[in-house]
């Protein structure tokens, strides 16, 4: 028995090929395995589920790659030897995936995130799902923080090029900004209370737990954060036109039907009040004018 196992075993040492191709299949086949077993009947991931995900693919892979390299060690190192007149040019071939193995490690000693954060890389926004030696995986957000159900695979060389922003905090609490354009020449300080208070109706739920929150991200950021109160401000444009900026700190989620209410005030405020005045005004040099001028003839 002993010597049919080392007969067997001297065959599959000799037969690399089919050994190697016979390996890359069990693992393959237990890392599916693995991974149904994660993800089981849910129809929407978790995020341990997708941290198990990606810790089961990528120890399959390190795994299959560091069988390869003891199983054919002595392949490589012939290999290599051989590649050594022409090692400048496999450097320059490989520059892309070279940088994408060190923008790996790059990520994992940095710990700028991590599976289930809210990332920013160049203009791709979203939420990690899947990241391993050559490329990070983001389901994207659009601009009102809603998944646009597309995915972006960002090669890990863009770590060292591009900035890398870390938006988890915005999972939960966000500080919204926008602006309503106001065309006219119309004084808006004096409504700004108004403006303000109307927030506060629509912000009144969830206020003291915005304020908590922002407690908390201050104390982990360790800087002293605008706070959790609606802010109302006015600038102009080179034509004239005023811009009603708003900053609110709301929950992500709510982001986008709070911006809709708001916009909705400001226009109710500008055509039931602003624009009625501002039509009803005359210059008084006009109307002195227009009473000093004489009545045209009549036809006869």
């Known amino acids: 028995m002993l010597s049919e ?22 693992v393959s086949v ?9 993800r089981g009947d849910s129809n929407f991931l978790s995020e341990d589920q997708r941290k198990w995900i990606s810790r089961t693919k990528n120890g399959a892979f390190s795994l299959l790659l560091l069988f390869l390299f003891l199983f ?30 060190t923008g790996s490690i790059q990520r994992a000693s940095s710990r700028s995130f991590r599976i289930g954060d809210w990332i920013e890389v160049g203009n791709s926004r979203g939420e990690v799902i899947e990241h391993n ?26 770590f060292f090029t591009t900035t890398v922003k870390n ?37 009144e739920d969830f206020l003291d737990v915005a304020r908590r929150y922002n407690h908390v991200i201050e104390r982990h950021a360790g800087v002293d954060l605008p706070g959790p109160e609606p802010h109302v401000y006015l600038s102009h444009t080179d034509t004239g036109e005023q811009h009603v900026h708003v900053r609110l700190f709301c929950p992500t989620e709510r982001a986008a039907e709070l911006e809709q209410l708001i916009r909705e005030d400001i226009m109710t405020l500008y055509c039931e009040k602003l624009l009625p005045a501002a039509d009803g005004k005359r210059p008084e040099s006009a109307d ?5 001028t004489p009545a045209p003839p009549a036809n006869p």
């Open 72 to 101: 054919w060690n002595t392949e490589i190192s012939e290999f290599a030897l051989s590649l050594t007149a022409i090692a400048v040019a496999v450097v320059v071939a490989s520059k892309e995936i070279i940088l994408c193995f």
């Open 5 to 26: 196992l080392k007969n067997i075993a001297q065959l599959l040492v000799d037969n690399k090929l089919l050994t190697t191709i016979g390996v890359i299949i069990i």
């Open 133 to 158: 030696l050559m490329a990070t995986k983001i389901q994207e957000i659009d601009g009102h923080y809603c998944y646009t159900g597309k995915t972006a695979t960002l090669p890990n060389s863009l």
């Open 167 to 203: 938006l988890n905090f915005m999972k939960r609490y966000v500080y919204h900004h926008f602006h309503t354009v106001i065309r006219g020449d119309i004084n808006l300080y004096p409504h700004i209370p108004a403006l303000l208070a109307r927030i506060d109706d629509h912000s």
């Open 288 to 292: 002195a004018a227009a009473s000093d």
């Open 30 to 38: 237990i890392r599916r395995l693995i991974l149904r077993r994660i």
